[in-house]
């Protein structure tokens, strides 16, 4: 007979897996970091920067107030210990977890070479240029080599030839991340940034996608099928079948959590054998629209009942709640959500609008204050302003 795990016992151990309950009352250093990053095993990166780049807040929201240029120093330079791929989305990951992707840019590349019409079948001068000016100069920006000027179609930014070569070539893992510069990657060649033992690793498709299962449902602590190939962007059959392994390994424990499966029933899930199974998870925190908590809807909608959709790219009219607006964590609840905006100019932490949840409980205001003013003091902004927008917005008014 399958165990059966409660939906709230569950919620718990998600997110003791995913290191919140943990602070230390110390100031985070890269120690911490480094941890937690491994802990996560990635952390997905993104370019919108109205409040804080995305990357750099999964750290806050779990450990508080700590120096990003901590975290730079593990994504870049001599001291990095996280390298860039395609994981879920753009991601920082453990340089440890880059072979497991061999299998990703081999798809890459043989999907390239059965389209006739592939941009690289055109551009093969380019893409060999490419690769001899970094190997004549070193780990380069697009921008330092850039021929073309992007130019600018609608409202969104088109990528020069240059560009695209580097981005098709980092694909297929002919060239690496050599870190950020502002921001801009900054390209190499893989034997310009790894170690030898690094790159002389080779994993076998099947092998690399049990790893890869194991390392999601280890951050994961407990979830589905779908959960667990989401994390790194997996197909369902060799998740499935990885997934299989590992359960007769020991590794993963079939559970049952009532709610899980369709129409309300009880839903076929794992758990890892490791994970803690926390009597109690008291968070205070504000998520990324890209944190490993939330990115996965269904999962968000399974854990808390929470439905969100970003609205970043909804045209302002049709927006419901806001721009850019983070997940209110309080206990091991999301009770609320926030559009932030860092208004670097004025030093001021703009709310643009804050809403609470159905059931949220009577404190929400006074501990979502807290964790507002933690947030303006680790942006280094020197006010907050509430806007009369939302069904919290004049309660936290008030507390601030």
């Known amino acids: 007979m399958l165990q059966t795990v409660s939906p709230a016992l569950a919620r718990r151990i998600a997110l003791g ?55 730079d120093r593990l994504t870049s330079g001599r001291e990095a210990r996280f390298t860039e791929y395609w994981a879920h989305e753009a991601s920082f990951l453990p340089l ?13 590349r043989d ?9 690289s079948a055109g551009n093969k001068p380019l893409l060999d240029w490419l690769l001899a000016e970094l190997a004549e100069k070193g780990p380069l920006p697009a921008s330092a080599i850039e021929h073309d000027a992007n130019r600018r179609s609608g409202p969104w930014w088109g990528w020069s030839d240059v560009k695209t070569g580097l981005e ?15 921001f801009e990657r900054v390209y190499g060649l893989p034997e310009q940034i790894f170690p030898a033992e690094l790159l002389g690793r080779r994993v076998e498709p099947a092998d690399a996608h049990r790893e890869l299962v194991r390392r999601a449902a280890r951050a994961h602590g407990i979830g589905t099928a779908n959960d667990f190939a989401d ?50 998870v008291d968070a205070d925190a504000v998520l990324s629209p890209f944190d490993p908590v939330v990115w996965n809807r269904g999962r968000a909608q399974r854990l808390f009942g929470f439905h969100y959709r970003i609205e970043i790219y909804t045209p302002q009219p049709k927006r419901v709640f806001g721009y850019y607006v983070l997940p209110v964590l309080l206990g091991d609840t999301i009770v609320g ?55 919290l917005a004049a309660a936290l008014a008030a507390e601030l």
């Open 231 to 280: 994390y790194f962007r997996l197909k369902s059959a060799p998740t499935l079948a990885a997934i299989r392994d590992l359960t007769d390994a020991g590794e993963l424990l079939p559970v049952e959590v009532p709610g899980w499966g369709p129409a309300g029933s009880p839903g076929a899930a794992w758990l890892h054998r490791d994970a803690r199974l926390p009597r109690s």
């Open 111 to 119: 999907l390239s070479a059965r389209s006739p019409d592939a941009w």
């Open 337 to 391: 959500r926030v559009d932030l905006k860092n208004d670097r100019q004025a030093g001021v932490l703009r709310v643009q609008a804050a809403w609470s949840e159905p059931g949220a409980p009577r404190d929400t205001a006074e501990r979502l204050a807290g964790v507002l003013r933690e947030t303006a003091a680790w942006q280094g902004l020197g006010a907050i302003d509430v806007r009369p927008r939302g069904t």
């Open 168 to 182: 098709v070539l980092f694909r297929w893992g002919d060239v690496v991340s050599a870190g950020r510069s502002r």
């Open 17 to 71: 897996a995913q290191g919140f309950g943990r602070r230390s009352g110390v100031t985070p250093g890269i120690r911490q970091l480094d941890a937690l990053v491994n802990r996560l095993e990635l952390l997905q990166i993104d370019s919108v920067n109205v409040f804080e780049r995305s990357h750099y807040l999964p750290a806050f929201s779990r450990l508080g107030r700590y120096d990003k240029a901590q975290l």
């Open 96 to 108: 440890d977890t880059r072979p497991l992707f061999g299998w990703r840019m081999q798809q890459y």
